[in-house]
């Protein structure tokens, strides 16, 4: 999911550029959908990555970890970046740095290279995508003009995720998971070609840029997931292990401090003044901690457990797919019916089922006997959040202040999503440890004396074992996900009071801004 950044502007430039609106809306929705669906077309392509650069289970978390979190600690930025300099000039080097950034992650012959382009990667779609939304402000008169673009792009960002799965399958079985990183080189390109051309550039507006907490904030969070993913490997004594859980409190702790002092925030610690804000914050946060976690282990159980196909996984995603866009549009058409509160105790409590069905997975299940059910379930559980979430997030937010309160809930997405993650790997990582013990016991007490000496010169177990040591783990890691689960539940019916929300939330903000619409729903 991808939301971003967007102010009121000026009405669009005349300039030449503005003759072919369909080509500038193509050009800002295709960007859209390339951030979007690269958490996606990479997950498919998770196993295939870890066989050919060596990655360990948890280690490979990473690959995903290493772009959400620099996209989500850095976003905000991005978004000020263009409010400051110019939106169409930073959007053109968000997506160049996007497109370099695929180029190398796609070449990359090692974890930690394939892991910097991964940042970098972030870093150009947290400098693309607000100005990207932003653009559609800059470019397009208000009312139905305005609001049709704001469709479109909402429609494409929630399509990314599916896209994403299928173009992932098809690239890693029929070419390579290299593939899935040099597919973002074209689309970059054109789109850097294009958008002077038909893309008109917005009023630059004076400000400074808070490099302080865009710094500390990430990094703190980096340091973090670090922290819980080496925990997992070394224990929770290790001195590295410790240090970076240091570091992290007195970085994030430094974070707040900044954030209180300085005059132009990245964060407006403002917004979590009002309950039913903060509690969204706080739902979301949960629920990415979980939605990451699924979409990391099902990857990982129908391709090495199932023996799936990239491209027979990414179909198998398609029913979470449709779930989440059937029950999105269906809380769409509904808010001024029922209000947020219904649908956000009504998803977080069916994404509680979900993920308690999936604690019942076991090396046995099969996709429809025990996968199907559990990720329908989860998919009409987010689908159904992500709408009133938006809109109660913008809710009673000054008109100038929309872009941040939008850019906040997708930050604590990304940001909750790596640190959920994180906590779930390393659930993982400690379980799938010992359960090898067992079965390496089991394995050796029935091993003929070449299977035995096989096994010590490799140190892996074969198929049936090494399958049960990653079934127990990806178990273990979903009852955990219970817990962040249990608690969205938690803060939907207690923390979040509000029943309705204003008519021209729903309608569409006059701003232009992102509360025009949920403008991704990104799986």
């Known amino acids: 999911m991808a939301t971003s950044r ?21 050009v800002i929705a295709a960007t859209q959908l390339m951030v979007v669906l690269d958490v996606t077309i990479v997950n498919i392509a998770l196993p295939h990555i870890q066989q050919a650069l060596k990655f360990s289970t948890t280690d490979l978390s990473w690959v995903i970890n290493a772009y959400t979190l620099t996209f989500g600690g850095l976003l905000l930025l991005g978004g000020r970046a263009g ?36 940042a970098l990667q972030g870093l150009g779609g947290a400098i693309a995508s607000p100005t990207a939304l932003a653009l559609i402000a800059t470019n397009f008169k208000e009312g139905p003009e305005r609001n049709r673009a704001f469709g479109v792009y909402s429609a494409v960002a929630g399509a990314g995720g599916t896209v994403g799965l299928l173009l992932g399958g098809m690239l890693t079985s ?8 040099f597919v973002n080189v074209p689309i970059a390109v054109a789109i850097a070609v294009l958008a002077p051309l038909y893309i008109n550039e917005s009023e630059r507006h004076p400000g400074r840029f808070d490099l302080t907490g865009a710094f500390t904030a990430t990094v703190g969070m980096v340091s973090l997931v670090y922290g819980f993913i080496r925990a997992s490997d070394h224990g929770w004594t290790d001195a590295v292990t410790l240090t970076a859980f240091s570091l992290a409190v007195a970085l994030l702790a430094a974070f707040l401090v900044n954030e209180r002092r300085v005059p132009q925030p990245i964060t ?38 199932l023996n799936y196909s990239p491209l027979r996984a990414g179909f198998a995603f398609l029913p979470i797919s449709a779930a989440i866009v059937a ?32 604690t019942r997975i076991d090396v046995d299940s099969t996709f429809v006997g025990g996968i199907l059910g559990p990720t329908l379930l989860f998919g009409f559980g987010m689908g159904s959040i992500f709408v009133p979430a938006m809109l109660t997030a913008v809710s009673q937010v000054a008109p100038h202040e929309t872009g941040a309160a939008t850019g906040m809930l997708n930050t604590t997405q990304q940001v909750g999503g790596s640190l959920g993650l994180s906590i779930l790997v390393t659930v993982f990582g400690t379980a799938s440890r010992n359960e090898a013990r067992q079965q390496v016991g089991k394995f050796l007490g029935q091993a003929t004396p070449q299977q035995a000496l096989q096994f010590r010169a490799s140190g892996k177990l ?29 803060i939907a019916v207690f923390v979040i009071k509000v029943r309705r929300v204003p008519q021209a939330a729903v309608a569409g903000r006059s701003d232009g801004g992102p509360g025009a619409g949920p403008s991704g729903v990104g799986t």
């Open 83 to 118: 409010d400051i300099l110019g939106r169409r000039r930073v959007f053109i080097v968000g997506v160049l740095v996007f497109g370099l950034a695929s180029l190398l992650g796609g070449v990359a012959q090692s974890p930690a290279w394939l892991l910097a382009a991964r």
């Open 327 to 358: 029950a999105a549009q269906f809380a769409a058409r509904n808010q001024l019916r029922w209000g947020p509160k219904p649908f956000l105790v009504t998803g977080s409590a069916l994404v509680l089922c979900g993920v308690f069905w999936a």
């Open 174 to 181: 029929w070419l390579s998971w290299r593939w899935v990183l």
């Open 462 to 490: 074969p198929a049936p074992y090494s399958s049960q040591v990653l079934a127990h783990g990806i178990e273990a890691a979903f009852r955990m996900g219970l817990v962040f689960a249990a608690l969205a539940v938690l």
């Open 6 to 26: 967007a102010q009121a502007t000026a009405p669009p430039a005349t300039a030449g550029r503005g003759q072919r609106p369909g080509i500038a809306l193509t």
């Open 268 to 305: 407006p610690l403002h917004l979590f003044r009002e309950r039913n804000r903060s509690g969204v914050y706080g739902l979301m946060l949960c629920v990415a901690a979980t939605m990451f976690g699924i979409f990391f282990f099902i990857t990982l159980f129908v391709q090495e457990i």
